[in-house]
């Protein structure tokens, strides 16, 4: 027509495949108002290759299923919402306390860790469906409504989420144990604002806090997790708090043969004086060497040395004495390891009560195995980023520890009560377990009766995911 612009062929072809997809009748609740449509000419393929946003309802966290399944079995979440009082108005309230504690948990769990993460995902499906929520339901909580809850938890609540982890450690069990092993060990949490308590430590070289993980050694469970100030001595209350995990315990748990075991730090003579007093409590640490103790096995050294320079080969022996520092009001049985080779000599100092071991039992098998609580602490950090510490509040700080505790409690429960029987994912690093199945592509269909999951036809993962969500 006279006065109208001409249009090219190409144009007019955009304009065709662009009116036909939004003439399709759309049953995925696609968000976008207006679908575009581009052709790609960076694949070496004899067909052109079209891009477009017009997929179904996707998403790439479809193996939350998984630790949900994990929640039907374990309401840990379901209590810890509970310890939170709800501070808000009735009436306008969006996002129950449950719902919230949930998205942020599994959104650690699926490797989401900061709080800004709740404004990308929350409009996702699948975390919908696992927060209680259809896919067609509102949008879950945005991040300024998580860092309220985040900064509004007190002191009152966290000493009740504090009791709650330790009570979950103990019905984690079907039956009372014959013994089990507390591990104490702490690591740096660095900080880079204006955090409260927050303080230089001359080891890591920077500003931090030092939270306290303990665990049990033999299954690696988490059971308690506290944030502490950047420079805190190990020894400042290890007697108070030890005894009271010791005093929790016993009164589930009468005939349980209780081990407490940490590095030096953790030697507290006041602790050794009162586990001599209780029935089946018992301690190994590590002790730092003095001149008093290395006077005493200077002969053993210097045999050592000899035998070395004549032999010229590796030496390591255990040998065991009664030792009384000036502060203990008893003397202890004191291990040491005398080692030389190349390097070097080497000696290490252990303090126990167990004298009916054998010197070198007591410290390879024994006191060595404290290394596994490391690698449980490189799981919280490397894992689940637990050494997020991004709140001004301190209190704030200690909930987002809890939250990221509850996140490694849910992952293990489903390593060891969904996977107990594969030979790989039962002793999967946290990383791996997440990468291998929670990180899932699927497709999300709601329909009027139901809500369809759909994985890829030939997914790798298929029988693990099927033993997931079968298991009894």
């Known amino acids: 027509m006279l006065g109208c612009k001409k249009i090219s062929n190409f144009e007019v072809a955009k304009y065709q495949i662009v009116t036909y997809v939004l003439m399709c009748k759309d049953n995925t609740n696609i968000r976008n108002e207006q679908v575009q449509t581009d052709f790609f000419d960076l694949f070496e393929v004899k067909k052109k290759v079209e891009v477009s946003f017009t997929a179904p309802d996707m998403t790439n966290l479809g193996g939350l299923p ?47 860790e900061d709080a800004d993460d709740c404004d990308i995902l929350r409009h996702d499906s699948m975390l919908k469906l696992s ?87 033999i299954s690696g469970k988490l059971m308690l997790p506290l944030l502490r100030p950047g420079r805190t001595n190990k020894r400042t209350n290890v007697y108070r708090l030890i005894r009271r995990i010791v005093l929790f315990l016993r009164k589930y748990w009468k005939h349980t043969q209780i081990v407490v075991r940490g590095d030096s730090m953790f030697c507290s003579h006041e602790f050794m004086e009162w586990a001599q007093t209780q029935e089946r409590v018992h301690y190994i640490t590590g002790l730092s060497g003095n001149s008093r103790l290395y006077s005493r096995v200077a ?70 195995k404290r290394g596994d609580c490391e690698l449980y602490i490189k799981e919280m950090k ?62 999300i269909t709601e329909l009027k009766t139901k809500i369809k999951i759909e994985f890829q036809r030939d997914n790798p993962m298929k029988d693990e995911i099927l033993m997931a969500l079968t298991a009894a």
């Not at 009082?85 to 949930?102: A, F, G, K, M, S």
């Not at 209680?132 to 339901?137: C, E, K, M, N, T």
């Open 66 to 112: 998984i630790l949900r399944r994990v929640m039907k079995i374990d309401d840990l979440l379901v209590c810890l919402s509970h310890k939170i009082r709800d501070w808000r108005n009735p009436d306008y309230i969006e996002h129950t306390l449950l719902e919230q504690v949930t998205q942020r948990v599994l959104q650690i769990a699926a490797g989401y």
């Open 131 to 217: 927060a209680g929520r259809l896919p067609s339901d509102g949008d879950l909580s945005s991040q300024p409504t998580m860092t309220r809850l985040e900064n509004h938890v007190g002191k009152r609540e966290l000493y009740a989420i504090g009791k709650l982890f330790m009570q979950h450690f103990v019905e984690s069990y079907d039956k009372e144990p014959d013994k089990i092993i507390i591990d104490l060990d702490d690591s740096n949490a660095d900080t880079y604002g204006c955090q409260q308590l927050t303080l230089f430590n001359t080891y890591y070289g920077g500003y931090c806090y030092m939270p306290l993980f303990v665990f049990e050694g």
């Open 299 to 368: 002969a053993w050294a210097q045999y050592a040395e000899e035998r070395y320079k004549r032999d010229g080969q590796d030496i390591k022996e255990y040998h065991r004495f009664m030792y009384r520092a000036d502060k203990w009001s008893r003397a202890q049985w004191v291990v040491v390891k005398i080692e030389r080779n190349a390097q070097g000599q080497n000696i290490r100092f252990i303090v126990t009560d167990m004298y009916w071991h054998t010197p070198q039992h007591l410290y390879e098998k024994v006191y060595c």
């Open 382 to 443: 490397d894992g689940l980023r637990a050494d997020r510490m991004s709140c001004n509040s301190f209190l704030a700080n200690q909930f987002r520890l809890f939250l990221h505790a509850a996140a490694y409690v849910l992952m293990l429960e489903a390593k060891q009560m969904l996977f107990a029987r594969h030979e790989t994912l039962a002793t999967a690093t946290i990383l791996t377990f997440r990468k291998r199945l929670i990180l899932q592509t699927a497709r």
